[in-house]
Nanobody, 125 residues
């Protein structure tokens, strides 16, 4: 089993920055692809970014490309999401997820094996 705990969310003004972290425990996630997703009230959970298990391949949703950076530190069993130029439409609960099948980078949340509880990001205009 893998337990994931997100942190780093908060209230920030538009244009600001945040760094989200996702700490894994229970099992090393060094052999898992990891992703970030978000869900705003009344909306479906949407893909944000994904990184492969090695950390040398990433993919982003068009809405965040150029503003968000996903990275990982396998030695610390931790996933990160660095967010710049925040917009009010980025307001959502952000979740990290782990997927054991590492063959391809997946954007469908239904195909991820483990999830954290999320961290809230609120962007004021």
């Amino acid at each position: 089993q893998v337990q994931l705990v997100e942190s780093g969310g908060g209230l920030v003004q538009a244009g600001g920055s945040l760094r989200l972290a996702c700490a894994a425990s229970g099992r090393t996630v060094s052999y898992y692809n990891m992703g970030w997703f978000r869900q705003a009230p009344g909306k479906e959970r949407e893909f944000v970014a994904v990184i492969n298990y090695i950390g040398d391949s990433t993919y982003y949703a068009d809405s965040v490309k150029g503003r968000f950076t996903i990275s990982r530190d396998n030695a610390k069993n931790t996933l990160y999401l660095l967010i710049h130029s925040l917009k009010p439409e980025d307001t959502a609960r952000y979740y990290c997820a782990a997927r054991s099948n590492t063959a391809v980078l997946i954007t469908n949340p239904a195909l991820y094996n483990y999830w954290g509880q999320g961290t809230q990001v609120t962007v004021s205009s």
